[in-house]
């Protein structure tokens, strides 16, 4: 029969046996921390982790979704297979990313967004780039990486700054046989350099270029224009207009004389036109001669009155430019000197805007090359999802001593046992006997 009641282990009876076996207990702590730590940051953390990075592109036009000679720039075709591919094969570091699979499991995305700053009073076009960390060795590839991904857009605003001909309009002055076009060609090129250099300021504000401390690009842009408040366009188009000069005046007899015979044609078949329609809103009017103006302006003339009030308008110019040609045919395109120091002052203009489309040209690279870039918003790389370091090292230092701790007392519970009754004896307390339940109400029954 049984005699005693179990009074329980105490606390340090099991630690005093969890450390009877401490070696085994340093050994289990260490391989399941060594292990477990191991495993969670270069196993686990790397299937987990997410590697992500914001920018803000300072490259023209690339924010407004074109390139700077206005084709267009998708952000999204930055994270394309076409792209990455481009990148991984521009550098050996990045020959261990898996692309293919990075793309075709959308492990890699790419978003813009308009983000205020905490006043609220101005904002930034910010463009974030997200990929799985399993697809990288480690944070400094997949920094890396995305560099030089988010660099394409700058890398071809810049080799776009570099091709651009900023030549054109005097290319067509070269070409052209005519003075007059000439002249507007010459125009044309002013106003295209007054553009660029405003559309220079407007982006990188109004700085030295790089190697200069003389003058800003505003200044640049007020020399150029200073020269022409001197030598205005209108002394050119006075001259024209008064002498009607004409370029290689032999050359061009003939042109003159078929544009001549074709505006004259022109003339008298507008001048048919307009007779027909007078005749038309005659009948309209019940074949009346009495056709005052009261009655043309009525709604019912409106459709013809129009189309004449066109044609006449029309006939006017052609007439007028009929007399100018008449006048270069009887000048002979003007006297031969006058022509000549016409073509001087002309060629004076064309040299000044060459001269100044060469420096425009040089400084323009210049400040975009060196002020073409992105700006990242915060830390070159972020990561999150995984575990910290710290908390790996917590989670399985304690895990491994639970464990080991668990594996002690399996293997040396009977000294839990032999600890109990040595204590209850000691107390002169009752022992709890070591048969099984079914066995203590066999005794009991007996």
Known sequence: M????????????????????????????????????????????????????????????????????????????????????????SDEKFSSIDVKTLVEKEKISIKKEIVQDETKTSSQIVFTITASGRYFKNSDQARDYFAAILLVPVTKTIAITQDTNNTINLDAYTKSNDYGEQVNYLKAQLAYLNTKYDALIAQFGDIYPSGDNQKKLSEYRLELNSYFETHKFTELDNELTAYKFVKNFNENKTKLEIRKASLEKQITDNQNVISKLYDYMVKLNNNSEDFTTSIQSSEMFTPYTTQIASLTASNAAMQNEVADINKQLSNNGGDAASVQAFEEKLTTYYTKLNSETDTYTTVSKQVISENTSFDYTGKSIDSKGGLSLLISILLFLVGGFVVAAIVNLILDRKYLKEDSKALATANNAPVASDKPEEDKKENTEE
Do not use: P
């Open 2 to 89: 049984q005699e005693y009641e179990d009074e329980g282990i105490s606390l340090g009876q099991i630690f005093k046996v969890i450390f009877r076996r401490w070696k085994l207990l340093l050994f289990i702590t260490g391989v399941i921390f060594v292990v477990g730590l191991l495993g969670s940051q270069l196993i686990y953390n790397k299937l987990k982790t997410e590697y992500t990075t914001s920018v803000v592109y300072n490259a023209q036009g690339v924010n407004d979704g074109v390139y700077a000679d206005n084709s267009q720039f998708n952000y999204r075709d930055l994270v394309k297979l076409d792209t990455l591919n481009k990148v991984k094969a």
